[in-house]
């Protein structure tokens, strides 16, 4: 195998990477194909000196080209035993590579490209700068097609100075002419400094990828645990359903006998009745007859002698009419089990609210930072309108339910149970949880709030009244400043005061912000909790208060 590689490397043109043909030797030893070192040449003729493809030894005058006899046999030896191409293991170059500028013919892959020759070498033509001292200082890269970007267009040098003040690449000429008296360093060290900001940047980077890496084998172990978790809710939800089914149907089943159980019952007691009537009908009329047929006797003396024998009539066992009752025997029954439906109802409505909630809860996800702009905080808007059947008989609705005005005088409300009785307040119709910012105009005094649906509203304790209570939070707005409320607990807080101001809720992470809002948003206040239900927006008002559409 080794003896033929040697025959091949031996036997084959570097110029042409194929077999010699009228192979010559030229005077430092060097073997190529006729026809190929004279294109070599001819190209350097107007250099007037000649030299050596691989060692780079310069001839002049051009030396006289003569057949190597001795090649040439050994050539024609070597393809009568098969050999007929160059070794296959060379690499040529392909349109996507970068070609070895010194290869003629098919040209190989370059492994280098030197900033200093601006070409790209193959492995065999690299070997120079790697043997002669010369080639020493020459700085190889990686095969680049774009060493040419490396030469001024202006003075064609190659370009060693980074001007900072331009911000670009120059060569010397640049620099006493068109950049002179600005910030320049030769580029090496311009490449220092930036590869010490590089790797700063890429440590960050790869921090970042870390810590991806570890936010994606935590989500994997999310999804593992969702997945798990709803198998589980899934086969033990569909249990109880089927339980609750089951009893149903028992139920069901259950109403169904005793109303047939009944209705035999009864049934049986009026068939007996109905059988007892009967027989004294028929009694009756057998009397009846009696009594035409002595009527019709014409003769005095028989109808006198007869009529003491008739016996008189027994007296019934009944009344005289049976009493119907109005169309309901099991009315009554199908009433109870309305109710009963109309019932289950109302807890599966309430019951399903709870569950959605709680479905809506389950959201794996990175957890995201607050906006830092009002643009930012816009993308979670969301339209607040204000539920008549809350508001206490003072307050005045208005502008589609989403402005709320004291009023001097009750209004025209009729009875609700959710109506707050004693606090001037009024809770949102949307009960909201994920992320949501609204904001609210106001006028002389309101309290911003949030609140749970189940917030007490009658009287006027503090289980009622926004803040007072561990089922609200509250931020008081009047001209002199704010204060935050919440569990009968009060904190001043400080910032610029605005008509307006702005609420963020992310239910799920537990915050709550509130800010004033101008030309720009100041945070007034942040809260951290954990969230137990869905919230409602709400104010308490002295003055005005309208939610405002988000723009």
């Known amino acids: 195998m080794e003896q033929n590689r040697l025959d091949r490397e031996t036997i084959s043109c570097s110029i042409c990477l194929d ?205 593992e645990a969702i997945n798990r978790s709803a198998d589980k809710t899934v086969e033990d939800s569909e249990k109880v359903f089927t339980e609750l089914i089951c009893l149903i149907q028992k139920r069901r089943s259950e109403v169904k006998q005793q109303i047939r159980s009944q209705q035999e019952t009864e049934g049986s007691r009026v068939k007996e009745l109905q059988e007892k009537l009967e027989q004294e009908i028929t009694e009756l009329k057998r009397k009846d007859a009696e009594l035409k047929q002595l009527s019709d006797t014409e003769d005095h003396n028989q109808f006198l002698h007869n009529y003491p024998s008739l016996s008189a009539l027994s007296e019934s066992t009944h009344s005289s009419s049976i009493k119907i009752r109005p169309l309901s025997y099991f009315e009554d029954v199908t009433a109870a089990v309305s109710e009963l439906r109309d019932q289950l109802q109302d807890i599966l409505r309430d019951t399903w609210t709870n569950i959605s909630v709680r479905l809506t809860e389950v959201n794996v996800s990175l957890s995201e930072p607050e906006p830092k702009s009002r643009a930012g905080f816009l993308k979670y808007s969301c339209e607040i309108t204000l539920d008549p059947n809350t508001a206490h008989s003072y307050l005045l609705l208005s502008g589609a339910n989403r402005k709320v005005t004291l009023m001097n005088q009750p209004q025209s409300y009729s009875f609700h149970p959710d109506r707050f009785t004693d606090w001037y307040q009024i809770l949102s119709r949307e009960s909201l949880t994920g992320r949501c910012y609204w904001e609210v105009e106001w006028r002389e005094f309101v309290r911003v709030a949030v609140a749970y649906k189940n917030i007490s509203r009658a009287g006027g304790g503090a289980q009622c009244g926004f803040g007072y209570n561990d089922k609200s939070w509250a931020l008081d707005c009047y001209q002199k400043g704010y204060n935050f409320w919440h569990n009968d607990m009060w904190t001043s807080v400080s910032g610029p005061v605005s008509s307006r101001v702005a609420v963020y809720l992310d239910h799920r992470a537990g915050i709550l912000s509130f800010y004033s809002v101008s030309e720009t948003m100041t945070l007034l206040h942040r809260v951290q909790t954990t969230f137990t239900q869905p919230l409602h927006a709400g104010v308490e008002v002295l003055g005005s208060a309208e939610f405002c559409k988000p723009k």
């Not at 107007?46 to 050994?74: G, W, Y």
């Not at 900072?164 to 068109?178: A, E, G, H, N, S």
Request: hydrophobic share 30%; net charge positive.
């Open 19 to 223: 077999l010699l043909k009228d192979p010559v030797t030229i005077p430092c030893g060097h073997s190529y194909c006729m026809k190929c070192i004279k294109a070599h040449w001819d190209g350097e003729d107007q250099r007037r000196i000649h030299s050596c493809p691989d060692c780079r030894e310069t001839f002049i005058p051009r030396p006289a080209l003569k057949k190597n006899t001795m090649l040439a046999v050994l050539v024609e030896q070597l393809k009568k035993t098969g050999l007929q191409a160059a070794p296959n293991d060379r690499c040529y170059a392909g349109p996507e590579d970068v070609a070895c500028d010194v290869c003629t013919g098919r040209k190989l892959k370059a492994i280098k490209s030197c900033l200093v020759c601006l070409a790209s070498y193959c492995e065999k033509h690299l070997q120079p700068h790697y043997d002669s001292a010369a080639f020493q200082k020459h700085k190889l890269v990686e095969p680049s097609k774009n060493l040419q970007e490396n030469i001024c267009f202006c003075h064609d040098e190659v370009m060693k100075m980074f001007c900072r003040t331009d911000q670009k690449c120059i060569c010397y000429l640049c620099l006493m002419v068109d950049h002179k008296g600005h910030d320049t360093v030769p580029a090496a060290a311009e490449r220092t400094a930036r590869q010490r900001e590089l790797q700063v940047r890429r440590e960050n980077i790869q921090q970042r990828i870390q810590d991806r890496e570890k936010d994606v084998k935590l989500l994997k172990k999310d999804m």
